[in-house]
């Protein structure tokens, strides 16, 4: 089968909209390339159809700002200012991301760490607004995706990369989540602007998940829910790949962090959205 009919075979149809996570090296030589699954990506959901990608930002100052409450003074003045148009995507969550974020017609959000690319007649109510402070949770790319009833299409990804369970990470009611402080510096009318904000930590939600050393939430609970078998398997190219009901994995996420992690009588420090 060619990738249109392996994308048809593993339940993408026309009007989908799927977010990717892709592994080129699993998937094997392509004849055209990376352009190649993104145009039978493109044509299998059709002209009604999106296609979302977790880009970040290959220059992204998340770890130099992170836990201070202001920009340390090396770095205010040298850092390039994020411009969504033309910044390049984080290349450790894909290399195929820099192929879909510079696509004719692909928009990009405005959140430099947490940058979401769309392709389709959705793609700006999809990725805008995209405000420091809810890079994953409430008011993101990821929340409208579920209200466009999404599905994670993975190519050859492991089950650390499901983007959309941060969602549930974020709106999960549990005791003692995790925040962090970051600064980003995003262009306004033409100038650079350091935005400090506060948001949940996507790296482990929990002290119980920060270990790096350790699977965090994100995996452990990709891991359960394949178990279940309420996902599709098949190939794509020569990669395993699977499609996952974007809701349905987010609501079992929520649940599973909620269950082993209850909020009870003598808690002190919980959180929820």
């Known amino acids: 089968m060619n990738l249109l009919e392996q994308l048809a075979a593993l339940g993408v149809n026309p009007g ?32 009604a159809g999106n296609l979302m990608a977790f880009v970040s930002w290959s220059d992204s100052p998340y770890e130099e700002t992170l836990g201070h409450e202001s920009v ?14 033309h910044a390049p995507s984080y290349p450790g969550f894909g290399a195929i991301n820099e192929f879909i974020r510079t696509w004719p017609g692909c928009q990009r959000s405005a959140h430099p760490d947490a940058s979401m690319a ?7 109510w999809l990725v805008s607004p995209h405000e420091m402070g809810s890079a994953y949770g409430p008011g993101s790319p990821i929340e409208r995706f579920l209200q466009r009833k999404g599905k994670v299409l993975s190519i050859g990804a492991g089950p ?36 400090t904000a506060s948001d949940w930590d996507s790296n482990g939600i929990l002290d119980h998940y920060a270990d790096p050393e350790q699977p965090d939430a994100v995996e452990r ?49 919980w959180s929820s959205q």
Do not use: C
């Open 160 to 195: 650390d990369a499901v983007t959309v369970l941060h969602y549930a990470e974020a709106v999960a009611r549990i005791p003692n989540k995790r925040r962090v402080t970051y600064s980003m510096p995003l262009l306004r009318a033409g100038k650079r602007e350091w935005i």
């Open 118 to 124: 769309a392709i389709g007649p959705d793609a700006g």
């Open 72 to 85: 340390p003074d090396e770095i205010r003045d040298s850092w390039p200012a994020f411009d969504p148009e």
């Open 16 to 47: 989908d909209t799927v977010m990717t996570h892709v592994s080129l090296r699993a998937l094997g030589p392509l004849e055209n390339g990376p352009a190649s699954l993104i145009k039978a990506i493109l044509e299998r959901i059709g002209s």
């Open 221 to 269: 609970i990709t891991r359960d829910y394949l178990a279940l078998g309420r996902h599709t398997e098949s190939f794509i190219g020569a990669a395993p790949s699977r499609l996952i009901d974007a809701n349905d994995i987010v609501r079992f996420g929520i649940d599973w962090l909620e269950q082993r992690h209850p909020i009870t009588w003598h808690t002190s420090n």
